[in-house]
């Protein structure tokens, strides 16, 4: 049985799309919760104690302890240190400002996946990295994507609702895997995660589909195997738009204080 995980941000309460991944990652699999809580600005406690109350009243149970990653910062990095003595990882010191001005006076057209990074620090030369690192410029750590990719060569995952892919990170440009604020990030802390915690079926929504382009290239990176992977539909309200946290009515904690049995919220996403 592969053993796969829900691992929620607590930056508000779980609402009905939760309800379904969580459900749908437990229903044939071993289950972990995992919190994924690094944004100390947005992650709040009570958001925390939330979690644990909702899905415990859904019916769920996982072992504990629940991995933490505000807890595990140091693993993160570790790992970051092994990408740096690679090569693989330089410093940014570009505003966003910095990074807009030189996108739109580039020839390339705007990105689809967003603002992406023209790779001006790249080509920083070694001493102009450490003159700056010493005068304590603040810089996000990018991965040399491309680097990165003369190492590995083509690299694939399987995807239980897509079947084989092909890994194209260059869609990015060179990502931030450490932040000036906080020293990690999605990416990197979700691969190291996975990883440490014997991951073999990587259950999410759709939405996140894009972002194993990178975990995929950070795995082949680090040695790590490669789960499986489900991206998942996302569930949609009546007018077919996605379930979001700011909507306070579709939480789990306000249809069970409307009323609602656990029983009718399982019946209910399921029936979708
Ligand atoms: N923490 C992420 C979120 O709440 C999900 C991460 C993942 O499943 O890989 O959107």
């Not at 229903?27 to 415990?56: G, N, W």
Request: glycine share 6%.
């Amino acid at each position: 049985m592969p053993l796969t995980r829900f691992a929620p941000s607590p930056t508000g309460y779980l609402h009905l799309g939760h309800a379904y991944s969580a459900l749908l990652a437990a229903e044939s699999s071993a289950f972990l919760l995992r919190i994924e809580d690094i944004d100390p600005v947005r992650c709040k406690p009570e958001f925390t104690d939330a979690i644990f109350e909702d899905l415990h009243w859904l019916g769920l149970t996982w072992p504990e302890p629940v991995r933490r990653q505000s807890q595990h910062l140091a693993d993160y990095a570790a790992t970051l240190d092994r990408l740096r003595s690679m090569g693989l990882v330089y410093p940014c010191f570009c505003t966003r400002g910095e990074i807009e001005r030189e996108a739109q006076s580039a020839v390339h057209a705007p990105h689809a996946l967003g603002l992406l990074y023209p790779g001006t620090c790249r080509s920083l030369s070694e001493r102009e990295r450490a003159e700056k690192l010493e005068r304590r410029f603040a810089a996000n750590w990018r991965l040399d994507v491309g680097a990165a990719l003369r190492l590995t060569g083509s690299l694939f995952w399987h995807d239980r609702a897509k079947g084989r892919v092909e890994a194209r990170p260059e869609i990015f440009g060179d990502v931030v895997l450490a932040r000036k604020d906080v020293a990690t990030s999605y990416h990197l802390s979700v691969t190291v995660d996975d990883h440490v915690q014997g991951i073999s079926l990587v259950t999410r929504g759709e939405d996140l589909f894009t972002s194993t382009h990178i975990h995929r290239l950070l795995q082949a990176l680090l040695g790590y195997e490669t789960p499986e992977y489900f991206h998942h539909a996302l569930l949609k309200d009546a007018a077919g738009r996605r379930y979001a946290k700011r909507d306070k009515s579709v939480t789990l904690r306000h249809l069970r204080e409307q009323g609602k049995t656990a029983q009718e919220i399982v019946g209910e996403v399921f029936c979708r």
